[in-house]
């Protein structure tokens, strides 16, 4: 084994439920030290991809590795794979070092090496003082940061998780990607992420999988996936994107809606009439919504300056334009 060699390589994975697929086809490489979010729509497979990986499913055929011995039969306590998600699974029984100190007491750690590594990790997640608080006396944020350090404080090599954010409110999110982030690379751990919001993908992995149907659809940095989506369903699952007939049959073009521009009058060949439905505050712009040629769907991002400019009312017809450079033609469907 090199340092370039992936960490863990799913080759031909395949998953069934009784006669149902749940994963089809599986081949990923994760890289050692890397970010990896598997994303995908509700269904798609995903939580069955990382559950085969920590171990709490063996996989109906193909081959999952680990540091390249084969981990199909090896159980979930055997591994090194600690799972951390939503629904936390903190013990209320044990107060908050408790909790952190659990996995290595399971592993026989002595008890002062003990209390030094759960001081040590409760520091580095925010949480001192809070040691002999009990689990129904922290908040959300608080509480996750108490399962991340129970999974990191055994040191583990890969840390999985599992929609961990979603029962949070949205600041603490965004303050807890700043946290998830910043661990991973500080310690260089693999951390293999699932989750169905975009931006939390997006915000914090190097590698974005979008799986589809117990399928891998894209593989490829966030920024790649967001401009070149390789088929309809990224385009689509990834959102603010213009879908359009491209110039050959069967073709289509993206044109992502930070791309395209408004204007009140008629630039000429190649704008596309389309009728002002409604706008959107998206934090970074505004997004406007627009029905175009045979009802098709567009939208345009634009910044409050231009939107008063705009001044838009409903049924307003607009023209809308992209550079030549702007328009990503897909490769399949
Ligand atoms: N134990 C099981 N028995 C039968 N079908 C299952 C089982 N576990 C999962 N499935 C099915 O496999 C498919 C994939 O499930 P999975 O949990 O991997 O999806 P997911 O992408 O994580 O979805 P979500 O975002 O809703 O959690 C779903 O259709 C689900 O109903």
């Known amino acids: 084994m090199t340092?370039?060699?992936?960490?863990?390589?799913?080759?031909?994975?395949?998953?069934?439920?009784?006669?149902?697929?749940?994963?089809?086809?599986?081949?990923?490489?994760?890289?050692?030290?890397?970010?990896?979010?598997?994303?995908?729509?509700?269904?798609?497979?995903?939580?069955?991809?990382?559950?085969?990986?920590?171990?709490?499913?063996?996989?109906?055929?193909?081959?999952?590795?680990?540091?390249?011995?084969?981990?199909?039969?090896?159980?979930?306590?055997?591994?090194?794979?600690?799972?951390v998600w939503q629904s936390l699974a903190l013990f209320p029984f044990l107060n908050v070092k408790e909790n952190v100190e659990f996995g290595l007491k399971m592993r026989g750690v002595p008890k002062p090496d003990r209390?030094?590594?759960a001081m040590l990790w409760l520091e580095r997640l925010g949480l001192k003082g809070f040691e002999t608080r009990r689990i129904d006396q922290l908040s959300g944020g608080q509480r996750?940061?108490?399962?991340?350090?129970?999974?990191?404080v055994t040191e583990p090599r890969m840390l999985l998780l599992d929609e961990p954010l979603s029962a949070l409110d949205a600041h603490l999110v965004i303050r807890m990607q700043g946290v998830l982030t910043r661990l991973q690379k500080e310690l260089g751990i693999t951390f293999v992420y699932v989750t169905h919001s975009q931006s939390e993908a997006f915000a914090m992995a190097d590698r974005v999988v979008i799986m589809g149907h117990g399928e891998i659809a894209q593989i490829g940095k966030p920024q790649e996936i967001f401009r070149a989506p390789k088929n309809r369903f990224v385009a689509e699952f990834v959102g603010r994107n213009n879908i359009l007939p491209g110039k050959t049959p069967g073709q289509e073009i993206v044109v992502a809606a930070d791309r395209m521009q408004v204007s009140a009058s008629d630039p000429g060949e190649g704008a596309l009439p389309a009728e002002f439905l409604s706008e959107e505050f998206a934090g970074t712009g505004i997004i406007c919504y627009f029905e175009g040629p045979e009802g098709v769907e567009l939208k345009?991002?634009?910044?409050?300056?231009?939107?008063?400019?705009?001044?838009?009312?409903?049924?307003?017809?607009?023209?809308?334009?992209?550079?030549?450079?702007?328009?990503?033609?897909?490769?399949?469907?």
Request: proline content about 6%; glycine content about 12%; hydrophobic content about 35%.
């Open 300 to 333: 345009a991002q634009v910044t409050e300056d231009q939107l008063e400019n705009l001044a838009p009312e409903p049924g307003q017809r607009f023209w809308l334009t992209w550079a030549p450079g702007a328009a990503h033609v897909m490769a399949g469907t």
């Open 115 to 117: 209390h030094g590594r």
């Open 144 to 152: 996750q940061r108490v399962a991340l350090a129970r999974s990191l």
């Open 3 to 83: 340092d370039t060699d992936p960490l863990v390589r799913f080759s031909g994975v395949r998953k069934t439920y009784g006669t149902f697929e749940a994963v089809k086809h599986l081949d990923l490489d994760i890289g050692r030290g890397e970010f990896v979010a598997i994303m995908g729509p509700s269904g798609c497979g995903k939580t069955t991809t990382l559950r085969m990986l920590a171990g709490l499913e063996e996989p109906t055929a193909g081959e999952i590795t680990i540091d390249g011995k084969r981990m199909n039969e090896v159980s979930a306590h055997d591994r090194d794979t600690p799972l």
